[in-house]
């Protein structure tokens, strides 16, 4: 009994003042995923990477937009979307109040627009995916042709990417074509 | 996998199986150097699980259902048996079962261990085990349609639920005793465990006589789950959820089982990453059940006193993981986050206090004069009992059993230490009490070792492929025994099958024994002392039968009672 006493005054007060005051959470906590809708480029690597479905992407054809979301409610704060990110757009921060008090204000959404296809009109990708990814080939390109190419190739819906290939399959003729064989 | 027949260990229970059983072995694959998949012929099934566990000191770890008619047109059953004699290894008796009649002989009147998994694989898979003594169902409810059988391939979506079959009811629970008794139905939320769980006491007067009770009330599809709608790397974040105290121990054995499958060498600096996690998550969770022992005794101010203790295990595993509870610190081939240095010096420093106060607690806890009246020769679990049903963990341990899985099948960090393992001769709660205390303080004692010498190198491994319909057992000791998981690769970037068993689920069938002969104030604390997770949301149904009346009692009246032991609300 009287260790017990001295454990008691020993110990003092054990108990945070929180939620009055603010709790300290250790350094690298994984908390509410921020998103930058800035930084995003649509790219979907996140919502592949996410265990449990709580971030998604929904293509709207006729608004020519997709949407990207997040629930809260789902998220299980494993830091993947984190890691799978390419452009460092979506990070987790230490917040952990979540709360609210409706349940549709855990979603939180940002719309991007579509890319066309060049040839066809049809929606390709997310404009700004299209153009992170030509962004990077162009820079790369040894010749102002591979450039052309490059830009091609990556603004081009496969369809009509498909169609042109036969069109120059046809131009070359076909003893040529079967040499190649 | 590519190992050399030399390094093979196991082959002197293999080479015994074929002397007795001269026909029966049809075929043996080597998963890893100490894991054997051995095909016994349906009708010898028996026979060779008893002969390896009763003659070669082996224990039924798990047993796995698996539909393979896409593969080989059959379903097949694995019985997982750690061999802890002279060479331990694990060897997994393996038989297929016709698609056409569904028939197999029941191993359970030979070996009790294995009553729960062929009610289970009855329940899943629609197999019908011939001469199971047990035929009730165990997993799925009484108003699941019949011949709906879950697992299978060809049976349900993940998400579908069938619509209920019946209004009511109608598990019919055994009373083994000749006496005539009282009926103390508790639950189905249950008495001391936040799993729902349905308990039925059968007491004369204060004395309980026998027990019985049904689980699975919140079976929550997880392997299903993880077979239909997941890759590998995220069904690690699945496992971290099986439980919610021991849940990094699940994501260690699930993430082993596919590396032991493909053969991947994952870096030592990972495996010790992974040890230490372990040994963190055992310190708080065995500072819970101490707390609660405390509770159940009646010491509230000692469950405080724990509980505030723990606090700082919780605060070593945010500041190591980024989160107190689910680590998520698990892939397929290593670990997401290093040990700095920084975090090396504050845990060294953290767990430096936990010994010193833990110690002062546990003087405090074993001097409290009511402590050892109320723990000491109470829920005795028979040596014999835990030998033939095959307990894990504190329990079996608590019962002179030398099983641990950290020694027995070193796995991940703790192929570099020592392992000392713990056992208490007395079979009662006290000694499991005891056991759990020498193990927080092993606990400490390892992860000093693992983060003074750690090994250097990367955390994480790609380099690999994943191949389908490959398979091995992965496991760990979880605070409450060994878990244990099976795994098979599918051809889609997802698993064909998952088999998860958590160590309670070995637990569950001794408890039985452990509540027989013991007072009904004593039944919370006997359940308590297997630790399973605990909830406070329960009521308890007392029905007496010899009067036919039946009286609803809160749990909390229940808890009081054992708690104060006055007032019985039996009367």
């Known amino acids: 009994m009287l260790k017990l006493l001295r454990e008691v005054f020993r110990t003092g007060e054990a108990t945070h003042k929180y939620p009055f ?19 995003c480029i649509a790219c979907a690597a996140c919502t592949i990477a996410c265990p449990p479905n709580a971030i998604s992407m929904e293509t709207d054809v006729a608004a020519g937009t997709r949407t990207w979301s997040i629930s809260y409610g789902r998220c299980i704060f494993c830091g993947r979307c984190e890691e799978a990110c390419p452009t460092g757009a979506i990070a987790l921060s230490p917040d952990f109040e979540l709360a609210v008090a409706r349940k549709e204000d855990l979603t939180k959404r940002a719309v991007f627009s579509l890319a066309a296809c060049p040839s066809c009109g049809e929606p390709l990708a997310a404009a700004k995916e299209v153009a992170y990814v030509l962004d990077i080939l162009t820079r790369s390109a040894a010749s102002p042709e591979e450039a052309e190419r490059a830009r091609f190739l990556v603004s081009t819906c496969p369809a009509c990417k498909r169609k042109h290939d036969v069109e120059q399959l046809a131009r070359i003729g076909v003893e040529r074509q079967m040499e190649n064989r | 996998m590519t190992a050399t027949t030399e390094t093979r260990i196991g082959q002197p229970y293999l080479a015994a199986l074929r002397k007795k059983l001269p026909h029966a072995v049809l075929e043996e694959r080597w998963q890893t150097d100490d894991q054997v998949t051995v095909t016994v012929k349906l009708g010898s099934l028996p026979e060779a699980v008893a002969t390896l566990y009763y003659e070669h000191d082996g224990w039924l770890s798990t047993m796995v259902g698996n539909d393979e008619r896409s593969l080989n047109g059959c379903f097949a059953l694995y019985y997982v048996l750690s061999m802890e004699g002279a060479q331990k290894c694990h060897v997994i008796v393996h038989a297929l079962v016709s698609a056409d009649d569904l028939e197999f002989p029941s191993v359970t009147p030979k070996v009790p261990a294995a009553v729960w ?19 009730r169902r165990l997993v799925l409810p009484d108003d699941w349609p019949d011949g709906l059988y879950p697992l299978r391939k060809d049976s349900m979506d993940y998400r579908f639920r069938p619509e209920p079959t019946a209004d009511n009811e109608t598990y019919k629970f055994v009373n083994d005793s000749k006496v005539e008794t009282t009926v103390v139905p508790l639950g189905p939320l249950h008495i001391t465990s936040d799993e729902p769980g349905h308990f039925r006491l059968f007491v004369d007067g204060e004395t309980i006589v026998d027990a019985d009770y049904r689980m699975f009330y919140v079976h929550r599809g997880m392997e299903k789950l993880a077979e239909t709608r997941m890759g590998y790397n995220e069904v690690t974040f699945l496992a971290d959820r099986v439980c919610g105290i021991c849940g990094y121990a699940h994501s260690v054995a699930y993430a082993s089982s596919v590396e032991n499958a493909l053969g991947i060498r994952v870096p030592d600096r990972a495996q010790a990453i992974r040890a230490i996690l372990l040994e963190t ?20 101010t000692g469950f405080m006193q724990f509980f505030r203790v723990r606090e700082k295990a919780m605060t070593l595993a945010e500041m190591l993981t980024g989160s107190r509870k689910t680590y998520a610190i698990n892939l397929i081939g290593g670990v997401r986050r290093d040990i700095l240095g920084e975090q090396r010096l504050t845990t060294l420093k953290l767990i430096g206090e936990l010994r010193a106060e833990v110690k002062r607690l546990i003087d405090i806890l074993v001097s409290t004069p009511n402590f050892e009246g109320r723990v000491k020769g109470v829920g005795l679990l028979d040596p014999q009992v835990a030998r033939d049903y095959s307990p894990v963990g504190p329990v079996v341990r608590g019962s002179g059993h030398r099983r641990d899985t950290r020694a027995d099948h070193a796995f991940a960090g703790y192929k570099l230490i020592d392992m000392p393992v713990h056992t208490q001769a007395g079979c009662d709660i006290l000694s499991r009490t005891l056991v759990r205390i020498a193990e927080f303080f092993d606990s400490i004692a390892i992860i000093e070792k693992l983060l003074e010498d750690t090994p250097t190198g990367p955390i994480l491994t790609e380099d690999f492929a994943y191949k389908p319909y490959k398979f091995a057992l992965g496991y760990t000791e979880a605070p409450r025994g060994e878990d244990m998981h099976w795994s098979m690769t599918g051809d889609n970037q997802k698993l064909y099958r998952w088999r998860c068993r958590a160590s309670t689920y070995n637990n569950w069938p001794v408890l039985r024994y452990m509540l027989r002969g013991n007072t009904v104030s004593d039944a919370p604390l006997i359940v308590g002392s297997i630790d399973p997770c605990y909830s ?28 104060e032991r006055t007032d019985s609300p039996l009367k």
């Open chain 1, 21 to 39: 005051a603010p709790l300290e959470v250790a350094k690298d906590f994984r908390g509410k995923p921020e998103h930058n809708a800035v930084s």
């Open chain 2, 117 to 135: 998994y062929e009610r289970e694989v009855r329940d899943m898979f629609g197999l019908r085990p011939v001469g199971l003594p047990d035929e």
């Open chain 2, 281 to 300: 998550e055992r310190m708080h969770s065995h500072l819970l059940n101490l707390g609660l022992v405390c509770h159940f005794t009646g010491f509230d």
């Open chain 2, 536 to 563: 406070c949301t329960d009521r308890v149904t007392i029905v007496d039968v010899n009067k036919a009346r039946s009286k609803t009692i809160a749990y909390k009246e229940m808890e009081r009672y054992c708690r």
